[in-house]
């Protein structure tokens, strides 16, 4: 996705404005990542991990989330977990890939006949870390 501030926002619908929690790796300058719930507050626990990302090498992050609510991110054969959050909340039916301040894309969780819906609506994160 990036050297720096690579996002995952994940939704319980296809309306950007329904998005629970953001997923931000690499944040300030590649130094800082955690969870960011909807009221742009870390959830859980976050991480002062440095150099996560790379402009070279894609970096390949692991999201995952359980029955139980618990939601965790990983970086394979780097850290496990990276972050951990409880989040009771989230039934995910879409998810967007970004980096701060640039267009991604959403994902929503169809079949193939509906795939032409993922390309509806960009999804851009502007909003700080901080």
């Known amino acids: 996705m ?9 939704s319980n619908g296809q309306d950007e404005k329904m998005v629970l929690y953001t997923i931000v790796v690499g944040g300030y ?20 991990r440095t150099g996560l990302l790379s402009p070279l090498w ?7 989330l359980k029955y139980d609510g618990e ?4 970086i394979p054969g780097v850290v496990d977990p990276l972050l951990r959050a409880s989040a009771p909340d989230l039934d995910v039916k879409s998810l967007c890939f970004n980096v701060y301040l640039s267009e991604g894309r959403w994902f929503y969780n169809c079949n193939e006949e509906d795939e032409y819906i993922s390309a509806a609506s960009p999804c851009k994160i502007d909003v700080r870390m901080n």
């Open 58 to 64: 894609p970096t390949p992050i692991d999201v995952r």
């Open 71 to 74: 939601l965790s991110v990983a």
């Open 29 to 48: 300058s590649n130094t800082y990542s955690r969870i960011r719930n909807a009221s742009l507050l870390t959830a859980g626990i976050d991480s002062y």
């Open 2 to 10: 990036g050297d720096h501030d690579a996002n995952v926002q994940l």
